[in-house]
C-alpha cells in the first residue's frame, strides 16, 4: 500500500500553469514511478492496464480523480489578493470579457447571469448585476459553469486571449494602409460600398470573440456563402449526388467563365457553374419559400447564440437580378450542357442563387459562421452539430484549393489555410479546431479577393512564421487531442498545414507566447522550474487516482 492515506494535493495554480509540453514530460517522469507504486500495491492493477496509458491520458485521469477538489482548491487560489469576504462582480465580468467571452450575450454564461442578477427573470442588462456577492454564493455559482471554470483555469484553445488581441489590432492597423483596389461595380449596389471601411474579427472555437474597426456594418456574403451551400447540400443532398454534377478542382479561369471541366460538369463548387449547379439540386420539388427558409435556418443556426442575427439585403437581391447576366448564360450553358436535369426550373434556380449570395451579416458573425466550421460544424456557443464534420472536411479542402478565386495557388503556398472570398470584399479564413476569422474591406484586387484582407493573412504570416510545410496540431492552442480522438483536425488532413501559420506560441519576432495567461486576479511566476517542484504532487495526484481506480 502507498505509505499515507492522507494524501497531499496539487497546487492547482502551479498545475494549470504548465504548458502542454511541461505536463507531458512531467507525466513522462511520472508514469514510471506510478507503475512502481502500483507493484507495491496489496491488490494492483493489472500490468496492461498502466500499459495502455499514455502520459497524456495519466494527466487526464488525474485530473479527472481529484476534479471536483481541484477546482475548489482552484477557485481558493483564484481569491487570492481579493476582498476577503465577497467577489467584485462587476471586475469578474471585466476579466470575462478580457478572455474574450461576451458575459450578457453569450448563451452559456446565462445562468451565471441570471444568478448574479438583481432581477433574474427580466431582460439581462450590466444595470441588473449585483456589485458583490459572498465567496461561498459565488463558488457555488462558479462551479456550475464549465465555461466560466475553462476561462479561471487557462482552458481555452487561446490561453493569452488580451496577447492575441494585442497582435491582431497591430496587424489591423498595419494592415489599414494597404490603399489599391478598386470596389466592384458589376453589381450596382455593391458599388455604394465606402472604399475606407475596413474590418476584422477573429471567433476561437470557445467562442472567444475579437472585433476591429467596422465589424459591425452589415456586408452581403456573396461568394463566402457557396462553401456554406456547399456543406449543407453535402448533407441534404447527399455527397455522391453533389459530385455527380459538380466536380473538386480548381477551374484555372475566372469564378464566373462558362466553361466546364473535361468531365463535363462544373469544376468545383465555389465557382458559379459549380453553386448554380448546387442550387438546382437543393429542395427542387419544394416551393421557393421552402427552399431559402431551409437554408437560412442553417445559416442561422451557425451563429445562434451570437446576439445577432443575418439579414437579407433585398436591394442586393434585386440588383442581381437585374444585372446577372453572365449567370442567366452560365444557366443556360448549365441546362445545354445537360448539367442541370430538364425539368429543373432555371429561373428558380438563379433566383435562390442570388438569394444566397445576398445573406448579409456583420464582420463579427462572418467570424462565428467561420469558427464554427473549424468547430468542426458545431456552433461554438450551443454546442449543436450544423453540418457533418465529414462534410465540413470536404467544405475546407475545396476551400483550401479553390477558395481565393484565381489567387487560391499563391494563397495556399504564402497563408496555407482555408478560406474563402467575395466580391463584397469580404473574406473568412478558418484554422481548424482553432478559430475562424473575418476580414472585410471593398476594395478588389484583380483577382476579386480583398486587398486588406490578403494583406492581414499575409503579414499574420511574417507575424508568426518560423516553419513550413509542417503537419502540425494547432501547437499554439493549450490542448492535446487523445489518442483516436475523431476530432476535425485530426482528420482533416488533404494538404501539410504550415506550422507557420497555426503556430502562434514561437512567433518569429517579438517575445509573445500565448499559453502564458494569468488567470484574474492572481499573478503567477515563471513556470521553468515547476516540473522539478511539482512533480511530487503530481505523482501524489496519480497515485490518488490509483487508488481510487483500483476501488
Known sequence: MVAGDDVPSVQPEELRKLSRNLVEQAAKETLQEAKAINDSLVDPLEPDVLEQWNPDQVYQRALTWVGEELQEQLL????????????????????????????????????????VSTKPDSRYSYSNIRQHI???????????????????????VVEDFPDLVQAVDEIFEESRSASSGRVTTYIPSLAQYPADKWAASFCT????????????????????????????????????????????EPSGHGFNKITLARDNKAHNPLINTGSITLASLYLPDQPMSARYKSVMSKYQALVEGSGQMLHFNNTVYLSELDNGHRNYAIGYYLKSKGCL?????????????????????????????AAALANGGRNVFTGKQIISERSVQNMLSIMFSCGMYDYSGEWAFEVGIPAKSGVSGLIIVVIPDVMGLALWSPPLDSYGNSVRGVQ??????????????????????????????????????????????????????????????????????????????????????IAKGLRMFRR
Request: glycine share 6%; charged share 25%.
Open 456 to 541: 492581414f493573412a499575409r503579414e499574420m504570416v511574417k507575424r508568426y512564421s518560423h516553419g513550413r510545410n509542417q503537419n502540425v496540431l494547432h501547437p499554439f492552442s493549450n490542448r492535446k487531442l487523445a489518442e483516436g480522438e475523431n476530432r476535425i483536425l485530426h482528420t482533416f488532413q488533404p494538404f501539410p498545414v504550415r506550422q507557420s501559420i497555426i503556430d502562434f506560441s514561437v512567433p518569429a519576432t517579438g517575445t509573445r507566447r500565448l499559453h502564458t495567461s494569468a488567470a484574474w486576479p492572481v499573478q503567477h511566476a515563471e513556470t521553468s522550474s515547476l516540473v522539478q517542484r511539482n512533480n511530487v504532487g503530481f505523482l501524489r495526484v
Open 76 to 115: 481558493e487560489g483564484f481569491f487570492q489578493g481579493a476582498t476577503p469576504d465577497y467577489v467584485d462582480i462587476h471586475q469578474f465580468i471585466e476579466y470575462l470579457r478580457t478572455r474574450g467571452l461576451s458575459p450578457l450575450i453569450d448563451p452559456r454564461l446565462k445562468d451565471f447571469i441570471s444568478a
Open 205 to 248: 472555437t470557445d467562442g472567444q470573440v475579437h472585433v476591429c474597426g467596422d465589424a459591425d456594418d452589415l456586408v452581403t456574403l456573396q461568394s463566402v456563402t457557396k462553401p456554406i451551400f456547399y456543406g449543407i447540400c453535402l448533407d441534404e443532398v447527399g455527397e455522391e449526388r453533389v459530385h455527380e454534377k459538380v466536380g473538386k
Open 341 to 369: 436535369k430538364e425539368k429543373v426550373n432555371l429561373k428558380e434556380t438563379l433566383e435562390l442563387y442570388f438569394q444566397l449570395c445576398s445573406i448579409e451579416t456583420s464582420v463579427r458573425n462572418a467570424s462565428i459562421m
Open 134 to 156: 459572498p465567496h461561498h454564493e459565488f463558488k457555488s455559482i462558479v462551479l456550475r459553469n464549465p465555461t466560466i471554470l475553462s476561462a479561471i483555469k487557462g482552458e481555452f
